[in-house]
């Protein structure tokens, strides 16, 4: 493809969104390091982190997005290998979860998301039984696969991200709203099963949640982590701290940041730490950007004609935006805290590469919308082939 058209058919409004937030979650990583008192060593890797994010984008973005078709049941297999890997390693903070590579560390369910997408998205390309109940079930397996060894880590923020990403690529495909709707109320009724299957620490977050902290607590135990998030937000305010500092406004001991600092503030907290530097003002620009993304990969999503790269973008944006949702739903007590990070924000380099790679290949959709295979869009002509 000319580089020309390539140019002209790429949302440009989605790349400056992301570089935004990339920018805005080194800035946040340096407030927390400061707040901390850490050498300063985090927005330094994660400065390099984002280079080669933008990097790992224009990679993703430049061949046809359909090479990766053939390799998409192989993606996920990997994945799941890894998934087991992760098992026979060292546990970190009690958890299996990163492979060592050298000083790097590496998370497989970062490439398990993606590969799951993959993977759903070139099932539902060549078949219409999803408009049956029973066309369900391989798409149900396939996302309980990992998302069983995920919950196993245990990392059960990751694991509820997947099946809200499979329900978006079920009905892009062509499922019927009421088949989601039985399937979802069996998966309501084996919630006591999967209580039975987690963790002590993961069934404490969500008592924590259930039974919240007043202001004028001090909880050392399980819910000092939900407590510690809501006095940090409380604390910057609507403008947050760096307007107040700018205004030569004197911020009262009781009232520092640091005294109510919230724990894991680079990564899982990170949007507490935007909020209290910036202010509500702040936190809700960020968000902004977030429903640029959202919005215009939809919008590639509509103007695709290909089933597969329809279903790819579907899944990629439902990604970013179920986890932005459940990040910022713990942070405010509506959801028990787990270990989620902010898509492009949060510290760590796996993440953000898996997230500049789901946008690379947006991107990529985005530049090729000329793999028609039907005058309308692929949801139309499937049911129309049902009835």
């Known amino acids: 493809m000319k580089p020309a058209l390539l140019a002209a058919r790429i949302p440009w409004s989605m790349v400056v969104a992301a570089m935004l937030l990339m920018a805005a979650g080194c800035v946040a990583i340096h407030r927390a390091e400061v707040l901390s008192e850490a050498g300063g060593h985090l927005v330094r890797q ?11 984008m224009i990679v993703f973005a430049l061949p046809s997005y359909r090479l990766l078709l053939r390799y998409s049941y192989a993606a996920l297999a990997v994945a799941i290998v890894l998934l087991v890997a992760v098992y026979f390693t060292t546990p970190i903070n009690g958890a299996h979860r990163w492979l060592r590579l050298g000083p790097i560390g590496v998370q497989p369910s970062d490439l398990a998301k993606l590969a799951l997408v993959m993977a759903l998205a070139r099932w539902l390309t060549y078949r219409d039984n999803s408009l049956r109940l029973s066309g369900l079930i391989v798409p149900l397996l396939l996302t309980l696969a990992p998302m069983a060894l995920i919950l196993r880590e245990p990392d059960l923020g990751t694991a509820l991200v997947l099946p809200p990403v499979t329900a978006a690529m079920l009905l892009a495909a062509g499922a019927r709203p ?80 640091a005294t109510f600092l919230v724990p894991a503030p680079a990564t899982d907290s990170i949007a507490c730490i935007v909020a209290e530097r910036f202010g509500l003002w702040g936190l809700g620009l960020l968000l902004s950007f977030y429903a640029i993304l959202v919005g215009r990969g939809l919008a590639v999503a509509r103007a695709t004609q290909e089933p597969y790269g329809r279903l790819l ?28 990070s902010l898509p492009l924000v949060s510290y760590g ?38 009835a």
Do not use: Y
């Open 349 to 386: 380099g796996s993440g953000l590469l898996a997230s500049a790679a789901a946008l690379g290949l947006i991107l990529n959709i985005a530049a090729r919308p000329g793999f028609e295979v039907a005058g309308e869009p692929f949801r139309v002509v499937e049911v129309r082939k049902a």
């Open 313 to 340: 973008c579907v899944g990629f944006i439902s990604l970013i935006a179920v986890q932005v949702l459940i990040n910022t739903a713990m942070m405010v007590g509506l959801l028990p805290i787990t270990g989620i």
């Open 46 to 56: 994660q400065m390099m982190w984002m280079v080669l994010a933008v990097i790992s």
């Open 178 to 257: 009421r088949h989601l709707a039985v399937v979802g109320l069996l998966a309501a009724l084996a919630a006591p099963l999967l209580w039975t299957e987690m963790s002590r620490e993961q069934k404490s977050r969500v008592t924590a949640m259930l039974t919240p902290s007043r202001a004028t607590d001090d909880p050392t135990d399980d819910q000092f982590h939900l407590h510690r998030a809501k006095q940090t937000l409380s604390v910057g305010g609507v403008w947050g701290s760096w307007l107040r500092e700018r205004r030569g406004e004197t911020i009262p001991a009781d009232d520092a940041p």
